[in-house]
């Protein structure tokens, strides 16, 4: 089988149609991944309006019209081609599933948002190690204190992913991510979890602990699952969003969201 | 009387709202000026998307609630700050005025939208000159043959600026306004104005003309009067937007909207 760094993105959606559920964190080197969320189309306005006043946690790559099950950037289909989605009712989890066809609705607008794993690739050719990757774990994601700012009916608090950095390479990791605005771009916070009001990195709230070791320091940047906390908050009747760590692989390059 | 380029924000609103009417272009430097579109609420979705699909023409840096009179990095009144209005029913530009106040509606949504003159500072400090500055006119403007990508019931041609510079000069330019990716970014085009469906550079749709002189090269950025090029095709029943060239002048900085 093709070693998933080098699987193009139809092959990688083809493997996680079949029933392959792992994060892909790793997959399809070079390849654009993004974060979802459907929302029925009453919502869509406060949620693009919500993006737009939170563009770190939350930049718009592609907004499907209502129904589509595919989007300019990713030619799969969007109800089966990810390896696994979150289904919330009124803004509560209530299943976790590799497949939404049978939930899909005519009304649902679908976003795709820019997902750090995009630069992941830039950081390792930099020497940044991603620990996540090379434990073959999902990456650690946290609630934070920070509030994003509301729109409409939506509000919600700034979810983070957190990758620990060692010391010598944050102003590395820094530069590097800061070139990827349409992928959340340079971290929010460096080091100080409890200052974001995280108590305990080894309990993240989404995806997986990871080893923060002697001499590296914990690095955040803004995440794509923000969205996901704003319906947990917020509560609209029907959201479906992709299982955190869990992508969508799209048909675009990294290198088309890189700034100079 | 505080020379235009040394006037602060709020001096500029005073002297619009007091009946100065002229193009913006110059006033206070280093402060970020905005172009207005004002829709209908039941507009607003397909704008905001018109606009996330076509950010080099419309890069929306602020969107108010409906019925807003001011927007978070304006502090003034939309209705009254900003030297001139055009009022469009039905597509058509019925009325162009300087005070908008009485023509004002509840569901009206405000969008700013990032301004070319924002980077002309830039130009002007890397040597860069800016004609219509140099001669005391509006900016040129053009329709170009270039169809905008459509959103709902919103769709239109793009529309671009035009500064003449001299050939040396036009690798400083672009890399100078590359770096206000907020504010239109690097140009869309450099020479040959026909490419681009203008058949004539002395004759633009909005501001006035400009004259190239011999070793200069028509330079064209994407254009926040893009969004009232929309409302004239797409024909919404009501909308309001700034007169070409006469800018909301914003409380934001220049440098905010600078990246690396």
Redesign the interface.
């Known amino acids: 089988m093709t070693p998933p760094q080098e699987m193009t993105p139809t092959q990688a959606r083809e493997a996680f149609r079949a029933g392959l559920r792992v994060p892909t964190s790793g997959y399809c080197r070079g390849w654009t991944q993004a974060n979802l969320i459907s929302l029925p189309r009453e919502y869509?306005?406060d949620f693009?309006?919500f993006a737009?006043?939170n563009p770190q946690p939350c930049p718009?790559l592609e907004?499907t019209e209502p129904g589509e099950t595919s989007a300019g950037i990713f030619a799969g289909d969007l109800r089966t081609d990810l390896p696994a989605y979150r289904v919330y009712r009124d803004g509560e989890l209530v299943e976790e599933r590799t497949d939404v066809t049978e939930l899909w609705r005519d009304d649902l607008v679908s976003f795709l948002v820019g997902c750090s794993f995009t630069f992941e690739s830039a950081l390792l050719e930099a020497g940044v190690p991603v620990r996540h990757l090379d434990t073959g774990r999902n990456v650690p994601m946290y609630r934070t204190n920070r509030q994003c700012r509301p729109a409409g009916r939506l509000s919600g608090p700034l979810v983070v992913s957190m990758r620990p950095v060692p010391a010598e390479l944050v102003p590395a990791a820094v530069r590097i991510t800061?070139r990827y605005?349409a992928v959340h771009g340079a971290p929010v916070h460096v080091g100080e979890p409890a200052e974001l009001g995280i108590t305990d990195v080894d309990r993240p709230d989404f995806g997986d602990p990871v080893e923060i070791r002697p001499g590296e320091i914990p690095v955040f940047w803004a995440c794509g699952v923000t969205p996901q906390a704003a319906v947990m908050q917020s509560r609209p009747p029907f959201a479906i969003g992709h299982a955190p760590g869990h992508m969508a692989i799209t048909d675009a390059r990294d290198s088309s969201f890189q700034?100079?």
Chains 1, 2 share one sequence.
């Open positions: 869509a306005y693009l309006l737009q006043r718009v907004v800061s605005p700034v100079p």
